[in-house]
């Protein structure tokens, strides 16, 4: 296995959701692992012939910074809640991933229940896919109610808060 098949490999795993893969041939082996959560699954990999008698050191795998983007809600994710009251707007996520109320563990809440939003202020992240997703606001008014817990999985389409219109 030559180190364009190994990164390959490596690229592979990362994309798959597996959590560790190992590969034994004669005088060569190779176990990749990531850190999430795990998945099992066998394969038979065909044996090759080994271009060298070499054994690559693994590449060293450095974590980067999240990339941030801005996502705004659309209209079709603000809709009127109609078991509460009929003047509450609810903010549905734009996207399936994790539910972060703060930009950090250790800095402030984006928004809490009575603040006042404006159309374009960022009200959570959504994390998906190692990438954390700022989600603004469509509609000016109060937070009434936060309808899902920090650090929790959130679906396409859920509601997310409650907003009184301004």
Do not use: H, W
């Not at 959701?17 to 066998?42: D, H, L, R, W, Y």
């Not at 450095?62 to 996502?71: D, K």
């Amino acid at each position: 296995m030559d180190i364009k098949q190994i990164q390959e490999l490596i690229k592979f795993v990362s994309k798959s959701g597996v959590n560790e893969v190992s590969i034994e041939q004669k005088e060569f082996k190779i176990t990749i692992k990531t850190n999430q959560a795990p998945t099992f699954v066998t394969a038979n990999i065909p044996p090759t012939l080994p271009t060298q008698n070499a054994i690559y050191p693994l590449p060293e795998i450095v974590p980067t910074e999240p990339v941030a983007s801005v996502i705004t809600a659309k209209p079709e994710n603000i809709e009127k809640s109609e078991n509460r009251s009929s003047n509450l707007i609810t903010i549905k996520s734009p996207m399936i991933g994790t539910f972060y109320r703060s930009p950090a563990p250790d800095k402030p809440l984006f928004v809490n229940v009575g603040d006042d939003v404006k159309t374009g202020q960022v009200v959570c992240i959504i994390e998906a896919m190692k990438l954390f997703n700022e989600i603004e606001s469509d509609v000016s008014g109060r937070i009434v109610k936060v309808l899902v817990e920090n650090a929790s999985p959130v679906e396409y389409d859920q509601p997310l808060f409650l907003v009184e219109p301004a």
